[in-house]
Nanobody
Framework: QEQLVESGGGLVQPGGSLRLSCAAS????????MGWYRQAPGKPRELVAT??????ANYADAVKGRFTISGDVKNTVSLQMNSLKPEDTAVYYC??????????WGQGTQVTVSS
């Protein structure tokens, strides 16, 4: 079954840290980029960070300097989130793009930043 499985969401206080992880099933081939998007209530889904198999990373301005994306990209990707703010509260989705032109999405994991 072709799927992305996320883990690591939860509740954290402002200024705290969380680490999200995502693993792609072995049936997904030719992954050349992975990343994270997020969607807050009433807002459209937005890019958080992406990374290619060449190690090229791209971040949304809102998270630069606070979030770090890493992983082998072929099968796994992680997002280290530091100095979290209430406005980071959202459902975070793992994303994978393949050289065959297909996109895959995880089921989403909730991140809540609140005191």
């Amino acid at each position: 079954q072709e799927q992305l499985v996320e883990s690591g969401g939860g509740l954290v206080q402002p200024g705290g840290s969380l680490r999200l992880s995502c693993a792609a099933s072995r049936s997904i081939f030719a992954v050349n980029a992975m990343g994270w998007y997020r969607q807050a209530p009433g807002k459209p889904r937005e890019l958080v960070a992406t990374i290619t198999t060449f190690g090229s990373a791209n971040y949304a301005d809102a998270v630069k300097g606070r979030f770090t994306i890493s992983g082998d990209v072929k099968n796994t990707v992680s997002l280290q989130m530091n100095s979290l703010k209430p406005e980071d509260t959202a459902v975070y989705y793992c994303y994978a793009h393949t050289g065959l032109g297909r996109d895959y999405w995880g089921q989403g994991t909730q991140v809540t930043v609140s005191s």
